[in-house]
């Protein structure tokens, strides 16, 4: 029999399985993320660079590799871009150099490459996935800090390595890929937070986790019956709509034995079984692939390099998607990264941001925001307050009149060129959100906002708007 339970932990996500026992009661994660980090030790190794962290998200130390270009300029007159690769389910950053050959890869493409881990050991001192998740809390009956992978890589690293050394600190210098579950957290942080990584590959990533019924049971998303939004706010198929304006690279075997496979089922039984395993753990990949791509084409997305060719789910095939990568990746490398206009966002995160805008959700149940959003214009539908600050588009000191549904007010611009301002969306919804087909927000509120351009004179509308 093949072992699906295995096939499952190994992708990193949930593909069909026997049924098993009911799903654990999770108790809830009781405090708010506070994203902080700051540097507790540094080693270096030629050009590799381990820096220790100590993360406030993780509530902890964490390790971080980094490999510098050759011949590295420190004194910051040059500016590189960067590539964050994330590990696979049971592995560590440490793949990449000591398995991934990743120096021979990059050979001497100007690109710092960051490694950090996205594992860890749980309290029976065993390998803990991360799943490159905010967990949503911990198994009853366990202790310690609730994990929190995303905001570590997204909200603490990311600044980190832009403050610490001499990046390219905007879309168009940032990309991100992995390998399986690290293919799925690449995709998935590129959709949850556009514009932070202009370039997204996966390698046999877990694109979609609602194929199959057998999902991992843990508490690293809540039990999906009931937080069925938790697992939709962390699929990259249901956040595919975010990613107008990134470059994206999938690549996933068949399933079908590959050039690096045995073309028949070896005679040894447990050869046999890894043979069988490593197939059918392809063949989930795959079709989460497929899957993501018909949500791109559904989206009108078609900025998507993917390819599909006979192989299984093992590290040859890794290797070859890695140094395919980094070739598609070389020439699309530029300066600057046009914001694309429009874009849609969909988020059921708190706080988010989406193209140099930032948003935040004041609601008492957790939901999707649903956002389309041109250069100087929105539309929001969800409930409660949503706070927005714009990308820092506007003369500093300047004051603009927004028109936020049917009343307009005066709003400075602060000395980033950055305007802030709240859309009432009504009252907060008091059910979480269990609809995500098209008639989901049927009912809710949806308010238009328009950005005018800056003051001066006897304009009316900045004479008449409430400042």
């Known amino acids: 029999m093949i072992p699906l339970a295995m096939a499952a932990v190994l992708l990193g996500t949930g593909l069909a399985a026997?049924?098993?026992?009911?799903?654990?009661?999770?108790?809830?994660?009781?405090?708010?993320?506070r994203p902080g980090v700051s540097q507790v030790g540094r080693s270096a190794d030629g050009r590799l660079v381990t820096y220790t962290l100590r993360s406030r998200a993780m509530r902890g130390e964490q390790r971080v590799d980094v490999l510098l270009p050759e011949r590295f300029d420190a004194t910051g007159r040059t500016s590189y871009p960067t590539l964050y690769l994330l590990h696979g389910a049971g592995g560590n950053r440490k793949n990449w150099t000591e398995r991934d050959q990743i120096r021979s890869v990059i050979g001497d493409l100007p690109i710092i490459v960051v490694m950090p881990d996205g594992s860890d050991q749980g309290p029976d001192g065993k390998n803990r996935n991360g799943g490159y998740t905010d967990w949503f809390g911990l198994t009853q009956g366990t202790s310690g800090p609730v994990p929190a992978w995303e905001s570590y890589h997204v909200r603490?690293?990311?600044?980190?390595?832009?403050?610490?050394?001499?990046?390219?600190?905007?879309?168009a210098g940032r990309?991100?890929?992995?390998?399986?579950?690290?293919g799925g957290g690449a995709i998935k942080y590129a959709a949850a937070f556009p514009g932070t990584f202009g370039y997204a590959g996966?390698?046999?990533?877990?694109?979609?986790?609602?194929?199959g019924a057998g999902r991992q049971q843990n508490c690293v998303r809540g039990n999906p019956d009931e937080q069925q939004v938790v697992w939709r706010d962390n699929n990259p198929t249901d956040?595919?709509?975010n990613l107008r304006g990134t470059h994206l690279f999938v690549r996933s075997g068949t399933g079908t034995p590959g050039p690096y496979d045995s073309p028949k089922p070896p005679d040894d039984p447990a050869q046999r079984q890894q043979w069988q395993t490593r197939l059918l753990v392809e063949a989930g990949a795959h079709q989460m692939a497929q899957h993501f791509l018909a949500a791109l084409e559904?989206?009108?997305i078609k900025d998507v390099n993917a390819r599909f060719l006979p192989g299984s789910h093992s590290p040859p095939?890794?290797?070859?998607?890695?140094?395919?990568?980094?070739s598609w990746l070389e020439p699309l490398l530029r300066p600057r990264m046009s914001t694309p206009s429009p874009f849609q966002v969909s988020n059921a995160r708190a706080s988010f941001t989406a193209w140099g805008w930032t948003f935040a959700a004041h609601r008492k149940v957790r939901e999707f925001s649903y956002l389309a959003v041109r250069r100087d214009a929105l539309t929001a539908t969800?409930?409660?307050?949503?706070?927005?600050?714009?990308?820092?588009?506007?003369?500093?000191?300047?004051?603009?009149?927004?028109?936020?549904?049917?009343?307009?007010?005066?709003?400075?611009?602060?000395?980033h060129g950055r305007l802030a301002f709240s859309i009432d969306l009504g009252p907060s919804h008091t059910v979480q959100q269990t609809d995500f087909g098209p008639d989901a927000t049927k009912g809710w509120r949806s308010v238009s906002v328009k950005i005018g351009t800056a003051c001066s004179g006897d304009r009316k509308e900045c004479h008449d708007a409430h400042a």
């Open 239 to 241: 956040l595919a709509g």
């Open 298 to 300: 559904k989206s009108g």
């Open 18 to 33: 026997p049924a098993g026992p009911s799903w654990p009661v999770c108790v809830v994660r009781d405090t708010p993320i």
């Open 202 to 211: 996966s390698f046999s990533g877990s694109l979609d986790n609602t194929v």
């Open 175 to 182: 990309a991100i890929a992995g390998i399986s579950m690290g």
């Open 382 to 415: 969800g409930s409660g307050r949503l706070d927005v600050v714009t990308p820092p588009n506007h003369r500093k000191g300047s004051r603009y009149p927004i028109k936020i549904g049917d009343r307009t007010l005066v709003v400075k611009a602060d000395r």
């Open 317 to 326: 095939y890794w290797q070859r998607d890695l140094r395919d990568f980094v």
């Open 156 to 171: 603490e690293l990311v600044p980190f390595i832009d403050r610490t050394l001499p990046t390219q600190a905007n879309a």
